[in-house]
């Protein structure tokens, strides 16, 4: 009664609506909060705007600055993605198809870093970065990313080589062909979405990191959440709630392809 | 077509290779570093872990770290049962549209979430305004720097992390034993607590349990949203890092803040039972 819609009183259901629409404006209603304030003409942020403009996108897209960081986001993730992607797929192959002991163990190590805490992770890599001269260099922004990045990539792969049906392929060496063939024509292709959701996932990972790319940036080479972070602690300028919205919609691009990816795995 | 065993073998190990090479260098030898520097700066001894447990502001920002979390995750838990409840009745329609919202917040940028918050708490925000207009309140408070606005902006955050797990627990309740409970004579309320409850267990304390834990790391909002005074531990290490090169009493406290996690971690894995690569149940 309590978990079908048809027998509950309509006092408790109507009570259980009520608060649960409330409870889910409160965590969309910043969002859109954000989209609209980046149009709106005020630059103490008033709401609802006085007038619609476009002028914060025109600071935005006129500061070289501003635009030397999203493009260093965008070379990062990209670089994060294909490496996490590329050292994810093998470590995959092995835990799923293997036999081994110890393949939990491994599992738990490969997603350690998603459960340390980041802020750990960005000093211990700091500390040693520091030491080798190697901060503010593209180089420490992908490696560090790779870390926090990497067990998106080896969930979403693992996941999708489970549901994979492994006697297709052997059928595919019986028929002749080598066993790298058969990996390569047969089981690519068919876990295909569970590989491109893992390096969406990735991309998107490393697009949003704040900690470890303020450790890691240098007044020459800092990424988009870097520079948003250190305009943020002076003022709040409507820039900021341009930048945001880049961010928002970009975010909202890649779920829908990791959901479209994901929706064509299962069927 | 099937290679011997020891060929076998090798070739899953050759895969491993780069995953473990580069988790190696990059990720356990640095953090093993780290570690080892707050037994080492600036002399070998357990003085920095001494240091940080008996001057006063620093247990402060431990216990404080502490409160946060507690309220973070209680919050969350009691603004995210609803939500997952109303997504189990309703799996279609509107469940879909709330579970598109919750993942829309969940992988909307943490800055630009965190920004809007700071927007709206202002003294001059919309919130105050809002509050004054309704004549909730006379004059502006003041909500951002302090707790409430850490506890605002965390719980925010944190809703979709109980949200999910209880509500993969919630689709599992089999709705006949609910209604089992009622046909027998009991009222909605009894059903709820006697029965629906604690069949949600599970799930309230694995999401619990995921936030509290990352309640303990985490670094943006807190520091963005808090005051001097409500220090956390996270903000406390890049401090001492950024500001005093202590390098000793950071890593002590990194430590600290690892010990915890993974103690915390360790029961949330004993609560969830199946293994993701070992058991080939629900493949």
Sequence with gaps: MLLSQGSMGWKLKSSLYVITGAIAAFLALPIFFIVALSFGSSRWLVFPPPKWTLKWYEKFFENPQ??????????????????????????????????????????????????????????????VFLNLGLTGTLF?????????????????????????????EDAAVICGAHRLQAIFKVTFPSIKPGIFAGALFAFLVSWDEVVISVMMASPELQTLPVKMWSTLRQDLTPVIAVASTLLIFLSLIIMVMAGLARRYSNR | MYMTLSRKKWREGTLLIPILLFLCVFFLIPLAGL???????????????????????????????????????????????????CITLMPNGWGRWLLGVILLSMWTSLLARTYSWLVLLQTSGVINKTLMAIGIIDEPITMVHNLTGVIIGMSYI???????????CMSAIDPMVLQAASICGAPARTVFFRIFLPLCKPGLFSGALMVFVMS???????????????????????????????????????????????????????????SPVSTNTGA
């Design chain 1, 66 to 127: 501003w635009i030397d960081s999203a493009m260093t986001s965008l070379q990062v993730a990209l670089l994060t993605s294909v490496i996490a992607t590329l050292i994810a797929l093998p470590a995959s192959f092995a835990l799923v198809r293997g036999k081994f002991k110890g393949r939990d163990y491994l599992y738990s190590l490969f997603t350690l870093p998603m459960i340390v805490p980041v802020v750990i992770i960005a000093v211990a890599v700091y500390g």
């Design chain 1, 140 to 168: 420490a922004f992908v490696v560090s990313h790779v870390i926090v990045a990497l067990p998106f990539a080896v969930i979403s792969i693992i996941n999708s080589l489970r549901l994979f049906d492994k006697s297709i």
């Design chain 2, 35 to 85: 570690l080892l520097r707050s037994l080492t700066e600036p002399s070998f001894g357990l003085q920095n872990f001494e240091q940080l447990l008996a001057t006063s502001t620093y247990v402060q920002v431990l216990s404080n770290t502490f409160l946060v979390a507690t309220l973070v995750t209680v919050i969350s838990l009691v603004l995210g049962f609803p939500l997952a409840w």
């Design chain 2, 158 to 168: 944190m809703i979709p992390f109980v949200v999910l797990p209880l509500q993969a």
């Design chain 2, 216 to 274: 303990l790391g985490y670094y943006v909002t807190p520091a963005l949203l808090g005051g001097v005074e409500n220090m956390m531990l996270p903000e406390f290490i890049v401090q001492q890092i950024q500001t005093f090169l202590n390098w000793g009493l950071a890593s002590a406290s990194a430590a600290l803040l690892i010990i915890l996690t993974i103690v915390m971690f360790y029961f949330y894995l004993k609560v969830q039972t199946d």
